[in-house]
């Protein structure tokens, strides 16, 4: 079974449809020879790609309410290019959810949500300037209602 069909399989077993979840994100299952930068590297992990395209599954869900990355140790990558790497992974799976929020609010479906990928490049084209998020956008938590009812 796939990285993506395994993710699928675990959406359906959550009842992702009906439920928020939190996606924790242990860089540990990424192959070592392709990221090492993490206490606990092990060979068979899965490669880059696999992971993103796993990610994005989750990604586009509506009911995701936040994604946990663990595991990075920036000891290990003294020239950085792991962070690169790993931002760089978050960034296209962010810009599918991106893209699938986008393409709802519009009322049309979403490319990202039908294909299963996307580069930040093709999020990032003919998309109104009102429309883009930046960093502090996903950084700064929802006002909650003090009162709730």
């Given at each position: 079974?796939g990285?993506?069909?395994?993710a699928?399989?675990?959406?359906?077993?959550?009842?992702?449809?009906?439920?928020?979840?939190?996606?924790?994100?242990?860089?540990?299952?990424?192959?070592?020879?392709?990221?090492?930068?993490?206490?606990?590297p092990?060979?068979?992990?899965?490669?880059?790609?696999?992971?993103?395209?796993?990610?994005?599954?989750?990604?586009?869900?509506?009911?995701?309410?936040?994604?946990?990355?663990?595991?990075?140790?920036?000891?290990?990558?003294?020239?950085?290019?792991?962070?690169?790497?790993?931002?760089?992974?978050?960034?296209?799976?962010?810009?599918?959810?991106?893209?699938?929020?986008?393409?709802?609010?519009?009322?049309?479906?979403?490319?990202?949500?039908?294909?299963?990928?996307?580069?930040?490049?093709?999020?990032?084209?003919?998309?109104?300037?009102?429309?883009?998020?930046t960093?502090?956008?996903?950084?700064?938590?929802?006002?909650?209602?003090?009162?709730?009812?």
């Open positions: 079974m990285a993506a069909a395994a699928h399989l675990a959406l359906e077993r959550v009842h992702a449809p009906k439920n928020e979840f939190v996606l924790h994100f242990d860089v540990d299952t990424i192959s070592s020879r392709e990221f090492g930068a993490t206490d606990f092990g060979e068979g992990g899965l490669s880059l790609n696999e992971v993103r395209d796993a990610l994005r599954v989750f990604a586009v869900q509506p009911n995701l309410a936040a994604i946990v990355v663990a595991g990075y140790n920036p000891e290990l990558d003294p020239d950085g290019e792991a962070a690169r790497r790993l931002v760089d992974l978050l960034v296209d799976v962010l810009a599918a959810r991106l893209e699938t929020v986008s393409g709802e609010a519009a009322g049309g479906t979403s490319a990202a949500a039908d294909s299963g990928s996307t580069s930040s490049a093709d999020v990032s084209r003919g998309e109104p300037e009102s429309s883009k998020h960093v502090r956008d996903v950084q700064e938590s929802p006002e909650r209602d003090p009162n709730p009812s």
